[in-house]
């Protein structure tokens, strides 16, 4: 159980480990304990340490992996404050950036913010939800303008340079059928007049919710909380909160309607399989706990798999997935309780775990160059014990490194690699979304307000920031 308590400008997270609260405390400023350039591992050849041998793989005392970002932000021109907390429903987080895209030389941030801020002058603009940047030096881009009522959870760029955006929303410009999910022009920001997709919740007066999106082989993946919806043509699908339609029609695909016993959170579409995770306990009428795996033809579960390992296993209701990445030969998960695992494709048997303690649940994950990295509100007082599988009585830790907000684990071993990001969270939330861009550069987004420090002057960072190599940055 963890609790957030706020005393003025500063916040308190505290977990109960038995009967003790750890408590931690974070404030405005550079920690009087760290170094402004410090970090175990720099852009380059990283070296990791575990385990002699490791699921029949010799490995020597280190290993080369592919290289990593800088632990340093880049410098850019503007960001986005704010939170909105209106017809906003679970997870309820106190997070500007939920969502970043690329299109070109933009990048797209969707979120629950409410302004746009710029750098040199801290002049805000009223620009909610969703806004576009300048992928080289952040600059606002103040020409991409459109208007959406609520918040938005994903982003998704197609091939033919237009932009999906899901959330929890009811109108983007003022047009009709785009609760929930739009197509837009990702120049103008109008809304496709041929691409129309309308989400529905019934039984509740809360707005249905996109949480998800993904894009595979011709077909859009949605889900989040919605029991109706309704493509381009009009016709009305009963769907238990997951769907797919076409790319190019927006017409709902009535061959694959799965039915989850709760919200999905995130989806990764991979060929014959379909990845989800979320807070469920069953799919298709079976016990299936915060992960599905689905048959891409049909939305029937694959079965023949081991169920997955789950750190808090006298709750169920803690068992929530946030983030799942599916690679050629490893499928990387992350969530409650303070999970990052990785597992065989084939069988689902696990291959590695970590969990961090005393804080952060996985909640996001990102692939670049042989490196996986996760998002988490893992805290500056938090390590990551590798092998570990349950938790709090972290059993199984085989060795620990310190970790904050972000992590980076090599696909090769796999192992935590020593990477630590130099940036500030205003609540404690951390990071709620990685992306990569086309530069090899790293993009985060979650509750973030302050950057890498030049001497004692913290570098421009509001609601997201980017890592790029050495090279680039």
Same mark, same amino acid.
């Given at each position: 159980?963890?609790?957030?308590?706020?005393?003025?400008?500063?916040?308190?997270?505290?977990?109960?480990?038995?009967?003790?609260?750890?408590?931690?405390?974070?404030?405005?400023?550079?920690?009087?304990?760290?170094?402004?350039?410090?970090?175990?591992?720099?852009?380059?050849?990283?070296?990791?340490?575990?385990?002699?041998?490791?699921?029949?793989?010799?490995?020597?005392?280190?290993?080369?992996?592919?290289?990593?970002?800088?632990?340093?932000?880049?410098?850019?021109?503007?960001?986005?404050?704010?939170?909105?907390?209106?017809?906003?429903?679970?997870?309820?987080?106190?997070?500007?950036?939920?969502?970043?895209?690329?299109?070109?030389?933009?990048?797209?941030?969707?979120?629950?913010?409410?302004?746009?801020?710029?750098?040199?002058?801290?002049?805000?603009?009223?620009?909610?939800?969703?806004?576009?940047?300048?992928?080289?030096?952040?600059?606002?881009?103040?020409?991409?303008?459109?208007?959406?009522?609520?918040? +938005?959870?994903?982003?998704?760029?197609? $091939? #033919? %340079?237009?932009?999906?955006?899901? *959330?929890? &929303? @009811?109108?983007?410009? /003022?047009?009709?059928?785009?609760?929930?999910?739009?197509?837009?022009?990702?120049?103008?920001?109008?809304?496709?007049?041929?691409?129309?997709?309308?989400?529905?919740?019934?039984?509740?007066?809360?707005?249905? +919710?996109?949480?998800?999106?993904?894009? $595979? #082989? %011709?077909?859009?993946?949605?889900? *989040?909380? &919605? @029991?109706?919806?309704? /493509?381009?043509?009009?016709?009305?699908?009963?769907?238990?909160?997951?769907?797919?339609?076409?790319?190019?029609?927006?017409?709902?695909?009535?061959?694959?309607?799965?039915?989850?016993?709760?919200?999905?959170?995130?989806?990764?579409?991979?060929?014959?399989?379909?990845?989800?995770?979320?807070?469920?306990?069953?799919?298709?009428?079976?016990?299936?706990?915060?992960?599905?795996?689905?048959?891409?033809?049909?939305?029937?579960?694959?079965?023949?798999?081991?169920?997955?390992?789950?750190?808090?296993?006298?709750?169920?209701?803690?068992?929530?997935?946030?983030?799942?990445?599916?690679?050629?030969?490893?499928?990387?998960?992350?969530?409650?309780?303070?999970?990052?695992?990785?597992?065989?494709?084939?069988?689902?048997?696990?291959?590695?775990?970590?969990?961090?303690?005393?804080?952060?649940?996985?909640?996001?994950?990102?692939?670049?160059?042989?490196?996986?990295?996760?998002?988490?509100?893992?805290?500056?007082?938090?390590?990551?014990?590798?092998?570990?599988?349950?938790?709090?009585?972290?059993?199984?830790?085989?060795?620990?490194?310190?970790?904050?907000?972000?992590?980076?684990?090599?696909?090769?071993?796999?192992?935590?690699?020593?990477?630590?990001?130099?940036?500030?969270?205003?609540?404690?939330?951390?990071?709620?979304?990685?992306?990569?861009?086309?530069?090899?550069?790293?993009?985060?987004?979650?509750?973030?307000?302050?950057?890498?420090?030049?001497?004692?002057?913290?570098?421009?960072?509001?609601?997201?920031?980017?890592?790029?190599?050495?090279?680039?940055?």
């Amino acid at each position: 159980m963890r609790w957030m308590e706020r005393t003025g400008g500063t916040l308190r997270r505290s977990v109960l480990v038995g009967v003790v609260a750890v408590t931690a405390t974070f404030v405005a400023g550079p920690p009087a304990w760290e170094a402004a350039d410090s970090n175990p591992v720099e852009a380059g050849t990283a070296q990791v340490d575990g385990p002699a041998s490791f699921a029949g793989v010799e490995q020597a005392d280190r290993l080369e992996v592919p290289v990593l970002v800088s632990h340093r932000t880049a410098v850019l021109r503007a960001g986005v404050v704010g939170s909105n907390e209106q017809n906003d429903t679970f997870p309820e987080t106190d997070i500007s950036v939920a969502a970043i895209a690329e299109i070109g030389d933009t990048i797209y941030i969707g979120g629950k913010f409410t302004n746009v801020e710029i750098a040199a002058t801290g002049q805000r603009h009223g620009q909610r939800f969703l806004a576009a940047f300048d992928r080289t030096t952040g600059a606002w881009i103040d020409t991409f303008r459109p208007t959406i009522n609520g918040n +938005v959870w994903d982003l998704r760029a197609t $091939d #033919d %340079g237009r932009l999906i955006v899901a *959330g929890q &929303f @009811t109108s983007v410009n /003022g047009e009709p059928n785009t609760t929930g999910v739009a197509m837009l022009d990702a120049s103008s920001g109008s809304v496709d007049p041929n691409w129309r997709v309308n989400l529905t919740l019934t039984g509740s007066d809360h707005w249905p +919710v996109a949480r998800t999106l993904d894009v $595979d #082989d %011709g077909k859009v993946y949605i889900g *989040g909380n &919605f @029991t109706r919806i309704a /493509g381009t043509d009009g016709v009305i699908a009963r769907v238990g909160q997951m769907a797919r339609v076409d790319l190019d029609t927006g017409r709902v695909d009535r061959t694959f309607l799965p039915d989850f016993g709760g919200i999905v959170f995130d989806i990764d579409a991979d060929g014959e399989r379909v990845y989800a995770v979320g807070d469920f306990l069953y799919v298709n009428g079976v016990w299936s706990i915060g992960l599905a795996v689905l048959q891409a033809r049909n939305g029937e579960l694959v079965t023949g798999l081991e169920p997955w390992v789950r750190t808090s296993i006298d709750n169920t209701r803690r068992s929530y997935q946030q983030a799942v990445l599916a690679l050629d030969d490893q499928i990387w998960q992350a969530g409650s309780e303070h999970s990052r695992q990785v597992y065989r494709p084939s069988d689902y048997a696990l291959i590695r775990s970590w969990i961090s303690h005393p804080f952060g649940d996985g909640q996001a994950l990102a692939t670049l160059n042989g490196v996986v990295y996760s998002g988490s509100h893992a805290n500056g007082v938090t390590n990551l014990y590798q092998d570990a599988f349950r938790w709090p009585g972290l059993d199984g830790a085989s060795s620990n490194k310190p970790v904050r907000w972000m992590a980076a684990f090599s696909t090769v071993t796999p192992e935590h690699l020593s990477w630590y990001p130099d940036i500030g969270s205003r609540n404690g939330e951390g990071s709620w979304e990685l992306f990569v861009d086309s530069t090899d550069c790293l993009w985060t987004g979650g509750d973030f307000n302050r950057g890498s420090y030049d001497g004692n002057t913290p570098r421009y960072v509001q609601g997201f920031a980017k890592f790029c190599t050495a090279a680039v940055r």
